[in-house]
């Protein structure tokens, strides 16, 4: 088994499923409802009998009470394309444990998931542009590939959000249901980026991964506080003062990003990197209908 | 307290450096912030300056400059004035035989103790010349009084038991008179002297039980090629002790179980066919003195002699010869080197190599014999020489005697009518005897003095097997070599020459089997350490400890920086542990 995500872990995850709310434009069969009619048991509808109909389909009842000759339609099951874009600038390596560790561990659980239900699962990792990818595929070997291509992957350089995804959805072809697993700290927008991905129909799920130390940080005394992405750097003289001046900025800032993605109808999960990753899947994934 | 080097106090100003390095960390930390647009903008915390000072008196920065003062200090040399004892002379003696090399119980060999007893010794008088004398059957002095105390540090780090057995007490007198003035003679030993030597202060280094193999020998039995082995063991625990005894030769063996009652000593006689001319007996299991776990014995069997007989047969001489050694007569048509040429009645017309013995005979360049006369009365020239040793001539008739005409310088020994009879010189390097008369014109083959001459010529020319061989000899002790004929060289177990054509006698280091080689072949001779090392038990109860001479006081500067360096060391670990603990508070 890989290191990222033990068995025991995985075996706890194996009553939950993805939950999509629209019906899916996927193409090959799977446990997710398609907005078109197909084979299934649950019925969808009647529609006026054309020929070449199957006249198992035709409902006799109707026919017998108002003359017209009606067939039944049933939901079509399709697969739900998961796709994982995953953070890799240099502030993911911050945190103990890192916060790209973090991230990684995350997205492995969230591959396993997806793929145990029949769903095809990508991985899209990126910094400031995207970085070769493992396009959604079917069944367990994907696996082996994520996992691979998770292990190998080491934070660095910088990103921007709204050009990135916007290279995402040019570069994509179907929608899916998009995770995005990222800090979301970065002075570059983001609401540009997600709009076009739910413009264009894809089901997206923000999941900031902080470092604790980002939420209240411990810093104390004279500070050369320097970003590892841009390299920029600030000095100052950290005391109580300066440290609640942070944290209110960070606090509307969080708040900004969540009335975004609540407007949108975005869940968004805040995923501190003490935070153990089963109460972030079995509780606030599941509080926010993400998984079922 | 005085400072040797106070120069070094200079480097102190390194104090000045710790604490610029400290403040310049302190100043400022480096952190990394994925969110740095969030601090651009904040304010600095003026309250925060106020810590910072208070920060500055930091265990750390404390536990630092002791450090560097400690190791500042340490280079300076201090040293505590103080009085020490003064001999004019201290000699340290210590037995390096075999024995000590036994392992105790502490794990340490009866040398190592002994070693440690001289550094203590010398640690107490600190200022007194020091001489240290390694004791054994090969005693040698490491260090003579002239030298410093780094040099008797050093001999006693280099020094190490060797494979011989005790020095006697008079060679440690002999030793001791020539080592000049000393005040206090210790003798760190596991056996006291068999006599005490006036002024000798013994020191007994104990531990390590031991049982051991003290003799061995090999008996041919009358129907070959049985033999017999007759081994002695000894216990010399306090203990019964079960052991293993087996002898071997290399192809066949035999083996007998052992159960040695405590502090004995018992025989065992162990009969097998035997292949070779090596033995070994060896005990299992091993104990602490392994050097006589395991002995090997070479039975002194008779090495023949190699004769090239040339000219007329005379079966007199030849049966004087047989009697004498074991022979191997060889004639002029065989190759391969002799240990004697004898010539009769012929003019040779070029010497042979090797001794050579004349009998009627002649060789170009050393004697040429011309016409017969009568002989008559013999007379004695040179009635000292070891030839005539046990013989008397004047029983000796000769009828008639051919004239000597030429004859190289030598020493005429027997005359008849002014002619020389015998007569012996050396061609080279090699011995020659002439005996000038023909044989069976005299009565010497009818005397009782004949085989006694002939014996003596044979030992004279080639050196006759001695009576003295052993079956082993001792590692330490010198090895005659008279018994073996015309030695080639002798090597020692490692397979090196440790000595050449001609060679007397040898002294082996080691044990082991040693190969002697001769013109007639090749000997193994076994060499043991001495049984007497088996044994080491006090032989007499030590006098009561002479107190020490009265010794002098002289003034000297005990050195305290190994302690400084220590402390330095110390502050530093603390330094590191405490920075290491606060890390790992922060990252938690």
């Known amino acids: ?292 | 307290m005085s400072l040797a080097s106070p120069a070094f106090l200079a480097l102190l100003s390194l104090e000045g450096l710790v604490v610029l390095l400290y403040f310049l960390r302190a100043f400022r930390q480096s952190h990394e912030v994925a969110a740095l647009f969030l601090w651009e903008g904040v304010r600095s915390d003026p309250q925060t300056r106020a810590a910072r000072l208070a920060r500055r008196i930091d265990l750390l920065l404390l536990l630092q400059l002791l450090a560097v003062a400690c190791l500042v200090l340490a280079l300076t040399g201090p040293g505590l004035r103080g009085h020490a004892p003064r001999l004019s002379g201290l000699a340290i003696v210590l037995d390096a035989s075999a024995s000590m090399g036994t392992r105790t119980e502490g794990g340490q060999t009866r040398y190592a103790l002994a070693v440690d007893g001289a550094r203590d010794l010398l640690s107490s008088y600190p200022t007194s010349p020091v001489t240290i004398i390694q004791f054994s059957a090969t005693p040698q002095t490491l260090i003579g009084l002239d030298a410093d105390r780094e040099a008797a540090s050093q001999a006693l780090d280099r020094a190490r038991p060797g494979d011989e057995g005790d020095g006697t007490p008079e060679m440690l007198q002999g030793l001791l008179s020539g080592s000049g003035t000393l005040d206090r003679v210790v003798y760190f030993s596991d056996q006291p002297l068999r006599t005490p030597v006036a002024g000798v202060e013994e020191r007994l280094v104990t531990g390590g039980d031991n049982v051991g193999i003290v003799a061995l020998a090999v008996r041919d039995d009358p129907i070959p090629p049985a033999v017999t082995a007759f081994v002695r063991v000894r216990n010399d625990t306090d203990a019964y002790a079960e052991r293993t005894l087996r002898v071997s030769d290399g192809t066949a063996a035999v083996e007998t179980a052992l159960l040695l009652p405590p502090n004995t000593e018992q025989a065992y006689a162990l009969p097998f066919n035997a292949s070779s001319d090596v033995f070994t007996a060896s005990l299992s299991p091993r104990d602490a003195f392994a050097a006589d776990d395991t002995r090997t014995v070479t039975p002194a069997r008779a090495v023949p002699l190699r004769i090239r007989w040339l000219g007329t047969p005379n079966r007199y001489l030849e049966a004087a010869l047989r009697a004498t050694a074991d022979i191997n007569l060889v004639g002029q048509e065989e190759a391969g080197a002799v240990d004697l040429t004898v010539a009769y009645g012929v003019m040779l017309p070029a010497p042979p190599a090797g001794p050579l013995l004349l009998v009627h005979a002649g060789l170009v360049g050393v004697a040429s014999l011309g016409e017969e006369t009568d002989g008559g009365a013999v007379e004695t020239t040179a009635l000292d020489d070891p030839i005539l040793a046990g013989v008397d001539p004047l029983d000796f008739r000769v009828r008639s005697v051919p004239q000597v005409e030429a004859l190289a310088p030598g020493r005429i020994i027997l005359e008849v009518a002014g002619v020389p009879l015998l007569w012996r010189g050396e061609r080279g390097s090699e011995p020659v005897a002439l005996i000038s008369a023909d044989l069976m014109a005299t009565n010497l083959p009818l005397t009782v003095d004949f085989p006694l001459l002939v014996r003596n010529l044979l030992d004279e020319l080639v050196g006759l097997p001695a009576h003295d061989r052993v079956d082993w000899a001792i590692v330490g002790r010198p090895v005659s070599l008279s018994g073996y004929g015309t030695v080639l060289r002798v090597t020692d177990p490692e397979g090196d020459t440790i000595a050449g054509p001609g060679a007397s006698l040898f002294l082996p280091r080691t044990p082991g089997i040693y190969t002697v080689t001769t013109r007639a072949g090749s000997a193994p001779l076994a060499v043991n350490v001495d049984p007497a090392e088996s044994s080491p038990a006090a032989a007499r109860s030590l006098a009561s400890p002479t107190p020490p001479p009265e010794a002098l006081e002289a003034q000297v500067l005990l050195p305290i920086w190994p302690g400084l360096v220590a402390a330095a060391v110390l502050l530093l670990l603390l330094e590191a542990a405490r920075y290491h603990g606060m890390h790992i508070r922060r990252v938690r």
């Open chain 1, 1 to 292: 088994m890989d290191p990222l995500i033990d068995e025991a872990f995985l075996r706890r995850l194996a009553h939950l499923r993805f939950f999509a709310r629209g019906r899916r434009r996927g193409h090959l069969a799977g446990a997710h409802a398609s907005p078109r009619a197909g084979m299934s048991l649950e019925f969808a509808d009647y529609r006026d009998y054309s020929v070449g109909d199957d006249f198992r389909y035709i409902d006799w009842n109707i026919v017998g009470r108002l003359d017209r000759v009606l067939v039944k339609t049933f939901v079509r099951e399709v697969d739900l394309p998961i796709v994982l874009l995953l953070d890799l600038s240099a502030s993911m390596r911050l945190g103990h444990p890192s916060k790209g560790v973090y991230a990684a561990r995350l997205a492995a659980a969230l591959a396993y998931l997806g793929l145990r239900e029949y769903d095809r699962v990508g991985l899209y990792p990126f910094t400031d542009h995207l970085l070769p990818a493992i396009p959604p595929r079917q069944g367990m070997s994907q696996m082996a590939h994520i996992l691979g291509a998770l292990n190998h992957l080491s934070p660095g350089g910088r990103t921007s959000f709204d050009d990135i995804l916007t290279q995402y959805v040019g570069q994509s072809r179907e929608s899916g249901l998009v995770f995005l697993l990222s800090d979301l700290l970065s002075e570059g927008g983001y609401a540009d980026g997600i709009s076009r991905l739910l413009y264009r129909g894809d089901e997206v799920v923000v999941i900031q991964i902080v470092d604790p130390q980002e939420l209240h940080p411990a810093l104390a005394g004279p500070s050369r506080l320097t970003d590892p992405e841009t390299q920029r750097h600030v000095d100052l003289s950290v005391g109580d003062r300066a440290r609640a001046q942070y944290e209110a900025r960070l606090t509307a800032y969080l708040d900004a990003l969540r009335a975004f993605l609540l407007d949108r109808r975005v869940p968004y999960l805040l995923a501190p990197t003490d935070l153990p990753l089963e109460q972030l899947i079995h509780e606030r994934m599941r509080a926010q209908g993400v998984l079922q």
